[in-house]
């Protein structure tokens, strides 16, 4: 095999094998605003709970896009429902609702699995 002097991180690679889609389509059912998201972080920069901790509203969204759902769960209590997000949102996304609506799925899928 050819060395071309890199190498693929891990943390950055996409399996698409493990891709669990069923989150992000409940999510875009129950609240279709989240459809029109640009990913533009205003939600992130305004985020009370990403100055005490390292939440991130936009790294978020990027893992629910991607499926990865092992990784939302730990991330999603670290939300504190303020509400700030919402605020800002240029979209008028419901992101209060989309949080809820991970915190639940997350919940229902531990106790299922327990």
């Given amino acids: 095999m050819k060395d071309f002097g890199f190498t ?4 950055r690679t996409i399996d698409y094998d ?21 990913s533009c ?3 992130t920069a305004t985020c009370s709970a990403g100055d005490l901790v390292s939440f991130n509203i ?3 969204n990027l893992m629910l896009r991607r499926g990865e759902t092992v990784e939302l ?4 209590k670290k939300c504190m429902l303020c ?16 949080i809820m609506l991970i915190k639940k799925s997350v919940a229902k899928h531990q106790t299922v699995n327990s």
Avoid: A, H, T, W
Avoid at 23 to 37: A, G, H, R, T
């Fill in 83 to 98: 509400g700030k997000c919402q605020l800002v949102c240029p979209r008028g996304i419901n992101l209060r609702n989309v």
């Fill in 73 to 76: 769960e730990s991330e999603i």
């Fill in 8 to 11: 693929v991180i891990k943390q």
């Fill in 41 to 43: 972080g205003g939600c």
């Fill in 58 to 60: 936009r790294r978020l």
């Fill in 18 to 38: 493990q891709f669990d889609g069923r989150l992000l389509n409940y999510i875009l059912e129950m609240e279709p605003s989240f459809k029109v998201c640009l």
